[in-house]
């Protein structure tokens, strides 16, 4: 796949194929070309994992959109597969904000991102459900003029901002689709009836899970028999290897080297970045 319509094509594609997919998250052109050597069909950008490798806090507005979809372009970059970006709350409250930025992704060579109705403010951390809506709607007016398939996710984030409310959730979500949204989230659910509440709810639009919570403990099958179309994990990658790293020069610290002899070998990392 070289042209952005090819891999917009084949982003689509994937949710109509039967089954369950898994979108793997890389947080810069190096662990791109690692997933898509290990046959990942497609690639989505993490916010939290590109915070981290920037040294900064997620979640706090300290990354821009400029510097999240010069990543993006990146990732885009490294690999022939399809990329699609988690593009926050759209770097602002307008719906006009929404606008701008699935624009902006466009250009940077995505084929899909999600917007959050999370405000980023402590005091009202949620959209008021009228705004919330008229951001989607316009995010998907927008997209519906490309020409190319632009997948639009739009998330509720109700659970991940201590509001475990899921009729609320539910309700934000149908409304969602119906505003254009193609693919529907809530991350932060765990319960098995929570999430086949909300693949029934939104019907026959798709739906994505977030994985890698110790809360979550069901697996792929089993999210697939739910009907979840797709699994994506967040920063949990990008959190796996700076674990590692952290754990490896913790012990290098108090002087054992036990850690370095279970590197992977630079042969082996180096060929995978071949040319």
């Avoid at 052109?29 to 915070?51: D, I, Q, R, V």
Wanted: proline share 5%.
């Amino acid at each position: 796949m070289s042209s952005q319509l090819q891999r917009g094509e084949a982003f689509a594609a994937l949710h109509r194929a039967p089954g369950l997919f898994v979108l793997p998250n890389p947080w810069d052109a190096g662990s791109a070309k690692m997933l898509a050597h290990l046959g990942f069909p497609a690639l989505a950008t993490t916010s939290a994992g590109l915070a981290f490798a920037l040294g900064r806090r997620d979640a706090e507005g300290r990354v821009s959109r400029e510097e999240a979809l010069a990543n993006a372009r990146q990732i885009v970059d490294a690999t022939p597969l399809p990329v699609v970006a988690d593009l926050e709350n759209g770097y602002g409250d307008r719906p006009e904000d929404c606008v701008a930025t699935v624009c902006a992704a466009a250009e940077a060579g995505l084929v899909g991102g999600s917007l959050e109705d999370a405000s980023g403010r402590a005091d009202a951390p949620i959209y008021p459900l009228e705004l919330a809506v008229e951001r989607i709607r316009a995010a998907a007016e927008a997209v519906s003029g490309f020409d190319f398939p632009f997948t639009l996710v739009a998330r509720a984030e109700n659970y991940l901002h201590g509001r475990p409310d899921l009729d609320d959730t539910l309700r934000r979500l149908v409304a969602y689709a119906e505003a254009g949204a193609d693919e529907l989230y809530a991350p932060g659910l765990t319960r098995r009836e929570d999430i086949q509440a909300v693949v029934q709810a939104v019907a026959p639009r798709p739906v994505n899970v977030l994985v890698g919570s110790p809360a979550l403990t069901l697996g792929l099958e089993e999210l697939a028999a739910l009907g979840v179309k797709r699994v994506s994990l967040g920063s949990n990658l990008a959190r796996v290897a700076y674990g590692a790293f952290f754990q490896a020069a913790e012990a290098l610290r108090q002087g054992d080297l036990g850690a370095m002899g279970q590197a992977m070998s630079f042969d082996r990392i180096n060929d995978l970045f071949r040319d």
